[in-house]
């Protein structure tokens, strides 16, 4: 901890960390992960912004990361801690809005099947899963830089624990391609994710 973490400590004020992590899956097997960020999405659309219900979607999404592990290829990771809860909540909103802006990629809902329609997955070649969160308190497994697996895998689990001890204040969830059928080809995760590392 910096001198400047223990003096706001001391003093008594709030730390929050916001960060965004990227985590890039590769493989047309992964491609169920797809219609689970869907799902989620309509559901937090469906309940206009609730952070329980958009927790636990997160705790859903990080879950099924965590189970499709072996088709992780590259990540990256950014955020900062803070101690002013009006910047964090714009460092949140910047960081969002760059997610947005990603190509093909949303946080909005799609087009979906009809419920009577037969739902088929098209094979997804790439997939990246952006996750951006503001929370009070210390967070090293967020902390940190998250380009290995185990790193990688303790920060999906610190993300479930801060759903359940209820330290979130905001949750954002983007991913690239953001509807089944959408294809983000190899160049265009280079030219628009030149962040991630390979794993």
């Given at each position: 901890m910096g001198l400047r973490d223990r003096f706001n400590k001391f003093t008594g004020k709030t730390r929050f960390v916001v960060c965004r992590l990227f985590l890039h899956l590769a493989g047309s097997e992964a491609t169920p992960v797809l219609g689970v960020l869907n799902q989620v999405a309509r559901e937090a659309v469906a309940a206009d912004g609730d952070l329980e219900v958009a927790g636990e979607g997160l705790v859903k999404v990080c879950n099924t990361l965590l189970d499709y592990d072996s088709y992780w290829r590259s990540a990256a990771n950014e955020g900062d801690v803070i101690w002013d809860e009006g910047e964090a909540g714009d460092y949140f909103n910047e960081l969002f809005t760059d997610s947005a802006g990603r190509y093909l990629s949303s946080g909005e809902v799609g087009e979906f099947a009809d419920d009577n329609e037969l739902l088929t997955l098209p094979p997804t070649g790439n997939l990246v899963v952006m996750v951006t969160?503001?929370?009070?308190?210390?967070?090293p497994a967020l902390e940190d830089d998250?380009?290995?697996?185990?790193?990688m895998a303790d920060a999906l689990k610190a993300l479930i624990d801060l759903h359940y001890n209820g330290s979130l204040r905001g949750i954002q969830l983007h991913f690239c391609p953001a509807q089944?059928?959408?294809e983000l080809t190899d160049e265009q995760l280079l030219l628009n994710f030149s962040?991630?590392?390979p794993l």
């Open positions: 969160i503001a929370c009070e308190g210390e967070v998250l380009a290995s697996y185990d790193a089944l059928g959408d962040e991630l590392i």
